[in-house]
């Protein structure tokens, strides 16, 4: 028998109406290393929860059919004792830290199993390193930054050494060099320890290559399994989005076999296709990006106004670190700026700064001409809309709906129908009468950033936007944010997302301890950069330079007579 299997499993959230699973049938092998997708409300992490033992019991509501683990009905089975086999990291990482330093969270779930001190000292010493958390092991948890939380959560479930890992998002607020190291690692875990691994994630250019086998779900069923190659040739030619671009470009093209890792790619690339030479003097990216075809941005405003300029601006926090040092920049109307840089590099605090959060220690900051600290952050052309790390902040009212008109209230605006706007325009008109706490991580993100865009601002401050998004709905919101600095807004935001930056951004700037270490158009910056570049870029790196995104590729590559040849894999 397999370790886990779900026979008929259908599930009901309290309170809801539709089903969150039904019709479940799953086996799950040891040893394996699964692959789950699908949009945001899928029903993804609601099956994470069941195999962890924590549905119905923690969440409640109906549940019917049946799950066994290692052939026992895990609802049977002691709680302490599936914890020990099954360790679960959640989307939300700030769910699940307990205690006040990084050390002792890691010991927290070790002291419970009884482990001797020398054990536990082992273990801990072990994921710090492994996970890069050693120079910050007795920091105030509260204090981390968010990608540091999400590794922490990471390594307080490895220390406890599970049998089977569930992970739900684990890299979505890791930078790129941390994601791929957590992800090899995990693979290594699956090779080389026997580890069961099971991988809920959005950016599929990350680990669509990893998997043994891949489930795709969509509202609350399993639409398709096989392996990513498998469901990369099913899914292409009906444009289903959840594969990576390198997939995407090559299907787009008419070839039958399609590469999943960028090393396959590029031996495609150099034998079948053919380049389209550039206008003699044009940079590649102004062919491709549709400024030379006469698509360019037509902006409301002056596009050489400055939103948002920041002169010299250092910042330190209490315990004496430089967070910010000799920051200067200008955000101009209708700018939309991604912010990369590894965890730690000082891009959330920029953005709490910008925001007026943060005193400035050093420094001038002005918006719209005007120093924020004396005349406030107050409905007018000066008006500022930030969105943290975490969504559930945002969110405490009784509806979707009313969450939205309380901030229209407390600004004393008027609902001129922007709200039955935004909830089309995000998605969110079926959870208009939910409540946002009863959402998954992608809809609630999608509820609080709704909640500040009500306003109309002129400056608009985002931190891990896309963070549970899949992909349709970060086209959405990166059409969205387009359409808003079209309008004249300045756009600010902290991604790891690099392949939403490169699609969306016209400016990139890097951040490395504190400090802006490039700051430019996305073509120079993610082009001349090795690790903060896209799959596509990685594709096309020395074979057609200066290609980010899969309408670039499109636009540059031509296949090879025949157009559409048939290629073995």
Avoid at 106 to 122: D, V, Y
Avoid at 149 to 164: D, G, I, N, S, Y
Wanted: proline fraction near 5%.
């Amino acid at each position: 028998m397999s370790l886990f299997q779900s026979e008929n499993l259908i599930y009901y959230y309290p309170d809801r109406e539709r089903p969150a699973l039904k019709d479940i049938n799953l086996r799950i092998e040891e040893g394996e290393f699964l692959l789950v997708i699908g949009g945001s409300g899928s029903g993804k992490s609601t099956l994470a929860r069941v195999l962890a033992g924590l549905i119905p019991d923690f969440y409640g509501g109906r549940f019917g059919g049946r799950v066994y683990f290692q052939r026992r009905d895990i609802r049977e089975i002691d709680r302490r004792q599936l914890a020990r086999e099954v360790g679960i990291v959640f989307q939300d990482p700030e769910k699940q830290l307990v205690m006040t330093s990084v050390e002792a969270e890691i010991a927290f779930g070790l002291e419970n199993l009884g482990l001797t001190p020398a054990e536990m000292s082992r273990r801990v010493a072990e994921v710090l390193h492994f996970l890069d958390l050693t120079e910050v092991k007795q920091e105030f948890t509260a204090q981390l930054s968010g990608g540091q939380k999400q590794k922490l959560a990471l390594a307080a479930v490895l220390a406890m050494q599970p049998r089977v890992l569930v992970c739900d998002e684990p890299t979505s607020q890791l930078d790129p060099v941390a994601a791929e190291e957590f992800l090899n690692l995990a693979k290594r875990l699956n090779e080389e320890m026997g580890l069961t691994i099971i991988l809920i994630e959005q950016r599929l250019e990350r680990c669509f290559h990893l998997a043994d086998r891949l489930v795709y779900m969509d509202d609350g069923q399993i639409i398709y399994e096989g392996t990513p190659a498998q469901f990369a040739r099913w899914a292409a030619p009906k444009e289903i989005p959840f594969i990576p671009p390198v997939a995407r470009f090559f299907a787009g093209t008419g070839f039958s076999s399609i590469p999943v890792t960028v090393k396959e790619g590029r031996r495609l690339l150099r034998s079948n296709f053919n380049i389209i030479q550039e206008t003699p003097g044009e940079p590649v990216w102004l062919k491709t990006s549709g400024a030379a075809s006469g698509k360019q941005r037509v902006i409301k405003g002056n596009p050489k106004e400055p939103v948002l300029s920041m002169s010299k601006v250092w910042f330190a926090y209490p315990n004496g670190k430089e967070a910010l040092q000799d920051v200067s920049m200008q955000i101009a109307v209708g700018e939309l700026v991604a912010v990369l840089g590894a965890n730690g590099a000082g891009k959330s605090t920029l953005l709490k700064t910008m925001a007026g959060l943060l005193k400035l220690g050093r420094g001038r900051m002005l918006v719209k001409g005007r120093d924020p600290g004396k005349n406030g952050n107050r409905p007018g052309d000066g008006r500022i809309a930030y969105l943290s790390q975490n969504p559930n902040d945002y969110l405490f009212q009784d509806t979707v709906e009313e969450e939205l008109l309380f901030t229209l209230n407390n600004f004393g605006l008027p609902d001129d129908g922007v709200v039955d706007e935004l909830l089309a325009k995000l998605g969110l008109e079926p959870c208009r009468r939910v409540n946002p706490r009863d959402l998954s991580g992608g809809e609630r993100q999608r509820v609080a950033l709704a909640s500040i865009l009500v306003t109309r601002p002129a400056l608009l401050l985002l931190d891990e936007p896309t963070r549970g998004m899949d992909y349709r709905l970060k086209d959405e919101l990166g059409a969205l944010l387009t359409a808003l600095c079209k309008e004249g807004a300045g756009v600010v935001l902290v991604t790891h997302d690099v392949e939403f930056a490169a699609a969306y951004a016209t400016r990139v700037l890097v951040m490395a301890a504190g400090r802006v270490v490039a700051d430019g158009p996305k073509h120079q910056v993610l082009g001349e950069s090795v690790f903060y570049s896209t799959q596509i870029g990685k594709m096309c790196r020395g074979y057609v330079d200066g290609v980010l995104t899969l309408p670039e590729a499109l636009a540059r590559l031509t296949p090879v007579q025949p157009a559409r040849q048939a290629v073995s894999g």
